[in-house]
C-alpha cells in the first residue's frame, strides 16, 4: 500500500512543465506515495493518468489584489531602504486604471502602501491577506476537501499566485504541512511571494541566502534546497529524436547548421523584433562567407502571440524558421497561456539539434549549457525604440544578473556590427564561455540538475515522516 498523502497543488498553469510534465509524478509513486493534483488548472491531468481533485470556482476576497499588491510594493520599499539600492523601483509595474474595477483596486492598493509603509505595516498587510481569504467561500470549500482527503503534507507549485493562499491557509488550520518551490531565478528580488508556508524548496543555496535576505520571518531550517525539475527533461536521452527526423518535420535544411534566436514578451523587450533583424542580416553576412551554412530556428516567448515580428519573418523566410512553442491559449492573461508536455520535448530537440542560442537576458542560458552550448546576449539599444523608457541596460542591472560569476559567462552583442564576428566566434571558439556558463549555473541551481525532483521527493518524505 501506499504510504504518506501529498497533494500536489497547481493553483495555475505556471507549475505544470516542472510537477506534471517531467518525471515528478513517477519518482514519487516509486517512492511509495500517494499523490493527488489539487488542480485549479484547466487541464484534465486524469487524462494523463495522474490522480486529481479539480478546484471550482475558486475566488478570492474581493480585497486580497489590492493588498497583494501593496505588499509588493512596501517589500520593494523597504528593500530600498534596507540596501539604499533603487534597483528595486525596477520591478514595479504601473498601476493601471483602464475600467472602474481595475481602477478602484489600484486606488486602494495605493490608499494601502501609504498606510502601512513599514515593517510594522507590512506585517499588518500580510496579516490582513490571511484574515481575509478565510472570509471566502474558496477557503471553506479548500477546508472541506481536506477534512475528508486529511493528506499528509500539501506542497505549492508556485508561490506567487493569490488563489493558492486558501487551500495553504486550510491546510494549517488543520494543521497539516505546507511547503511552496520558488517557481523562477528572479523571483525573489522581485518581491512576489504571497503564500506563506511551513516549508520553502529553492533552487540553490543562492536562492536560499536570498529568501533568508528578504523575508526575515523565514527560519533556516524550513529551507529545502532542491534545484529545480525544469532542466531535467534535457538529460533524458531518449527524448532525443534524430536529425533527419527533426529536421525533415520543420522543414529545415540538412546542409546547414542552425542557430537559435529565443523570443522575450513584450514588455521584457519591446524591441525583440528589430533584434532578430539584425541577426538575420549577421547570419545573411556570414553566409555570403560561407556559402549558405547557417540558419536560424526562431522560437517566439509562448506568451507572446502578437504580429510583430511577421514582416520580420517574411522578409527572411529563406534564413529563419518559426517552431512555435506548443502552448495552449485558455485566457487573455499571459498566466492563462499554458505549457504542454509536447513542448517540453519540442524545447530540448531544439537545443539539441541548434548550436547556440541568442537572446535578451533570459534564462535559456541554463537551457543551452545543459548542453554545453553558449548563449549570446543582445546588449545594445536600437536606434529607434518603440518605449523611449525602455534599455537594454535596466534589464542587466537586475539583481539576479549579479549572482554571474564572470562576465564571459555569456557573448555579449554590444552592437547590430558586433554581431557577426561574435556569432563565428561563439561557433568555433566557445570554450571558455561554455565553463564560466557551466559554473553560473551550478550557482543558480543545485547539482546534479537531472536530480531535482528526486530531492523535492526526499524532503517531502522528511517533512511527511516529521524528520524536520
Known amino acids: 500500500m501506499p504510504d504518506k498523502k501529498i497533494f500536489i497543488l497547481l493553483p495555475d498553469g505556471v507549475g505544470l512543465r516542472n510537477f506534471a510534465f517531467s518525471n515528478f509524478y513517477e519518482i514519487g509513486l516509486e517512492k511509495n506515495f500517494d499523490i493527488t493534483y489539487w488542480n485549479n488548472t484547466p487541464f484534465d491531468l486524469a487524462g494523463l493518468g495522474f490522480n486529481e481533485i479539480k478546484i471550482n470556482n475558486a475566488k478570492s476576497n474581493p480585497l486580497t489584489d489590492s493588498y497583494k499588491n501593496a505588499r509588493k510594493h512596501i517589500e520593494l520599499n523597504l528593500n530600498i531602504k534596507k540596501e539604499k539600492d ?30 502601512y509603509n513599514s515593517e510594522k505595516g507590512l506585517s499588518k498587510v500580510r496579516a490582513k491577506i490571511k484574515n481575509g481569504e478565510k472570509k471566502t467561500d474558496f477557503y471553506k470549500d479548500c477546508l472541506k476537501t481536506l477534512e475528508i482527503e486529511r493528506p499528509d503534507f500539501v506542497f505549492c507549485t508556485n ?69 529545480t525539475p525544469q532542466f531535467e527533461s534535457h538529460f533524458d536521452k531518449n527524448s532525443i529524436i534524430d536529425k533527419v527526423e527533426f529536421f525533415n518535420k520543420y522543414k529545415l535544411d540538412l546542409s546547414k547548421k542552425y542557430i537559435c534566436y529565443s523570443g522575450d514578451d513584450i514588455t521584457t523587450c519591446p524591441d525583440d523584433a528589430q533584434y532578430l ?14 556559402t549558405n551554412s547557417l540558419g ?94 525602455w534599455s537594454v541596460s535596466k534589464i542587466y542591472n537586475y539583481v539576479h544578473f549579479r549572482s554571474m560569476p564572470d562576465k564571459k559567462s555569456v557573448i555579449w552583442l554590444n552592437s547590430a556590427d558586433e554581431i557577426v564576428d561574435k556569432i563565428k566566434s561563439g561557433l568555433e571558439q566557445n570554450d571558455e564561455i561554455v565553463q564560466n556558463a557551466q559554473k553560473w ?15 523535492i521527493w526526499q524532503a517531502i518524505e522528511s517533512i511527511a515522516d516529521n524528520l524536520v
Not at 488543520?174 to 524548496?201: Q, R
Not at 535576505?213 to 527560519?219: A, F, T
Not at 549555473?441 to 530531492?455: L, M, T, Y
Request: proline fraction near 5%; charge should be neutral.
Open 159 to 227: 508561490q506567487r499566485p493569490v488563489l493558492a493562499i486558501a487551500p495553504i491557509l486550510a491546510a494549517k488550520e488543520l494543521k497539516i504541512p505546507t511547503g511552496t518551490f520558488i517557481f523562477s531565478w528572479d523571483n525573489l528580488p522581485k518581491a512576489t511571494m504571497v503564500v506563506e508556508t511551513d516549508y520553502y524548496f529553492v533552487w540553490s543555496e543562492h536562492m536560499k541566502f536570498e529568501l533568508l535576505k528578504y523575508y526575515s520571518y523565514i527560519n533556516e531550517n524550513q529551507i529545502f534546497v532542491v534545484g
Open 296 to 389: 536560424i530556428i526562431f522560437r517566439r516567448c509562448p506568451v507572446d502571440f502578437s504580429n510583430r515580428y511577421d514582416k520580420v519573418l517574411e522578409r527572411n523566410k529563406d534564413l529563419i524558421v518559426s517552431i512555435d512553442p506548443i502552448w495552449k491559449k485558455i485566457g487573455e492573461e499571459w498566466n492563462t497561456v499554458l505549457p504542454t508536455k509536447d513542448d517540453v520535448s519540442l524545447l530540448t530537440n531544439t537545443i539539441y539539434h541548434t548550436e547556440m542560442v541568442v537572446n535578451l537576458g533570459s534564462s535559456m542560458v541554463f537551457d543551452y549549457i545543459c548542453f554545453k552550448k553558449p548563449c549570446a546576449f543582445i546588449n545594445y539599444d536600437v536606434p529607434n525604440r518603440i518605449d523611449k523608457n
Open 441 to 455: 549555473f551550478e550557482i543558480i541551481n543545485q547539482h546534479s540538475p537531472e536530480k531535482a525532483s528526486n530531492r
Open 277 to 290: 533583424s539584425d541577426v538575420a542580416d549577421a547570419v545573411r553576412k556570414i553566409n555570403e562567407e560561407n
Open 86 to 115: 533603487h534597483v528595486y523601483d525596477t520591478y514595479r509595474f504601473p498601476f493601471s486604471y483602464k475600467n472602474i474595477k481595475i481602477a478602484l483596486k489600484s486606488y486602494i492598493a495605493r490608499f494601502l502602501i501609504s498606510l
